[in-house]
């Protein structure tokens, strides 16, 4: 009579044992699912397993103090699958599709605002630093930085100290004279443009006042003189007359100061009057229009009042 086991209709189980080889080919293959549901008892067994290893502490342990036996079973041998077979997917294969980087030009418009308004701003403070400078210089440091003119209150003292009102015909160091003894009565210079030569002597007094003399060569062209003549004409403190002899086409004189240039268009004849029209004067606020004025041209001085003894200003 035999005895009946618990558990007799149990299957057998198909896990090999620990450390067995799995067979090769035949009826022994495992389908795909079989081998998945494979893979998870072992993922489960191993967490587990992981469980009951962080659990078993210092408790497991007999109180003799030697070591307990460690109930865990090695794990069985992961089944691998047999050659050729494909590995089934636990997960959805997704394609990573990388981001598409767009360049963005550049912003000219900003760009050239903001540096429109950095121009803007540099020349707006350049400009006034630069009046600032101007403004904080005097009237012959202006002129001394005119490129070529000839300062002669650095050239010579005693010439720009004489200025004591004679008459008759005079002889200067200079020709055109800037400075010396002259006659009492003075070139009328309201803007006076003079088709002839004008005696030295009383274009000297117009100096004294501030005035500014152009004095052209006569072989200088027609086009030329009357670009200077534009600059005198309705202008107050300036008159202009030819000059024979005159050792350059232009030549510009005000009371100490000469510049001599070759053409009218040069920008230095603007700057010479600029820096020393009714500003290189001995006799402040003295204007050219009254008084015993010249009008008339020639080289040989016109003594006005010589008869009365009067000397109009008086010698100086």
Same mark, same amino acid.
Not at 241 to 255: F, H, V
Not at 288 to 315: A, F, V, W, Y
């Given at each position: 009579m035999s005895?009946q086991h618990?558990?007799?209709?149990?299957?057998?189980s198909?896990?090999?044992?620990?450390?067995?080889?799995p067979?090769?080919?035949?009826?022994?293959?495992?389908?795909?699912?079989e081998?998945?549901?494979e893979? %998870?008892?072992? #993922?489960d067994?191993?967490? @587990?397993?992981?469980?009951?290893a962080?659990?078993?502490?210092? *408790?497991?342990?007999? &109180?003799?103090?030697?070591?307990?036996?460690?109930?865990?079973?090695?794990?069985?041998?992961?089944?691998t699958?047999?050659?050729?077979a494909?590995?089934?997917?636990?997960?959805a294969?997704?394609k990573?599709?990388?981001?598409?980087k767009v360049?963005?030009?550049m912003?000219?418009?900003?760009?050239?605002l903001f540096?429109?308004?950095?121009?803007l701003a540099l020349g707006?403070?350049?400009?006034?630093?630069?009046q600032v400078y101007e403004?904080?210089?005097g009237?012959?440091d202006?002129?001394?930085?005119i490129?070529?003119i000839?300062?002669?209150?650095?050239? %010579?003292k005693? #010439?720009v100290?004489?200025r @004591?009102?004679?008459w008759?015909p005079?002889t200067?160091k200079? *020709?055109?004279?800037? &400075?010396?003894?002259?006659?009492?009565?003075?070139?009328r210079?309201?803007?006076?443009?003079?088709?002839?030569?004008?005696?030295?002597e009383?274009?000297?007094?117009?100096?004294?006042?501030?005035a500014?003399?152009?004095?052209y060569?006569?072989s200088?062209?027609t086009?030329?003189v009357e670009?200077l003549a534009?600059r005198?004409r309705g202008?107050d403190?300036m008159?202009?007359?030819?000059?024979p002899?005159?050792?350059t086409?232009?030549?510009l004189?005000?009371w100490?100061?000469?510049?001599k240039?070759?053409?009218?268009d040069?920008s230095?004849?603007?700057?010479?009057?600029?820096?020393?029209?009714?500003?290189a004067?001995?006799?402040a606020g003295?204007p050219?229009s009254?008084?015993?004025?010249?009008?008339?041209?020639g080289?040989?001085?016109?003594d006005?009042?010589?008869?009365?003894g009067s000397t109009?200003?008086?010698?100086?």
């Amino acid at each position: 009579m035999s005895t009946q086991h618990s558990g007799g209709n149990r299957k057998p189980s198909t896990k090999p044992a620990a450390g067995a080889k799995p067979k090769q080919g035949g009826d022994e293959d495992l389908s795909s699912s079989e081998v998945a549901d494979e893979l %998870d008892t072992e #993922l489960d067994s191993d967490a @587990e397993a992981t469980t009951d290893a962080d659990d078993s502490d210092d *408790s497991d342990k007999p &109180a003799s103090g030697k070591p307990k036996a460690n109930p865990r079973k090695s794990a069985p041998a992961r089944k691998t699958a047999p050659a050729g077979a494909k590995r089934p997917a636990t997960a959805a294969a997704v394609k990573k599709i990388a981001p598409v980087k767009v360049k963005q030009g550049m912003s000219w418009g900003p760009i050239a605002l903001f540096t429109t308004v950095g121009v803007l701003a540099l020349g707006i403070v350049g400009f006034a630093g630069y009046q600032v400078y101007e403004n904080g210089l005097g009237w012959k440091d202006r002129a001394d930085q005119i490129s070529g003119i000839k300062d002669y209150y650095k050239i %010579d003292k005693d #010439l720009v100290g004489q200025r @004591e009102h004679v008459w008759g015909p005079q002889t200067y160091k200079l *020709s055109p004279p800037v &400075a010396g003894n002259h006659n009492p009565n003075w070139q009328r210079c309201l803007g006076d443009v003079y088709p002839a030569q004008v005696a030295n002597e009383h274009a000297l007094h117009s100096l004294e006042h501030g005035a500014v003399w152009i004095t052209y060569n006569p072989s200088l062209s027609t086009d030329q003189v009357e670009k200077l003549a534009k600059r005198v004409r309705g202008n107050d403190f300036m008159l202009m007359s030819p000059y024979p002899n005159l050792d350059t086409p232009i030549s510009l004189q005000a009371w100490g100061f000469q510049l001599k240039v070759n053409n009218a268009d040069d920008s230095r004849i603007d700057e010479f009057i600029k820096a020393l029209r009714q500003n290189a004067t001995l006799e402040a606020g003295t204007p050219c229009s009254n008084g015993s004025i010249i009008t008339e041209t020639g080289t040989t001085p016109h003594d006005l009042g010589k008869d009365s003894g009067s000397t109009q200003m008086g010698s100086k």
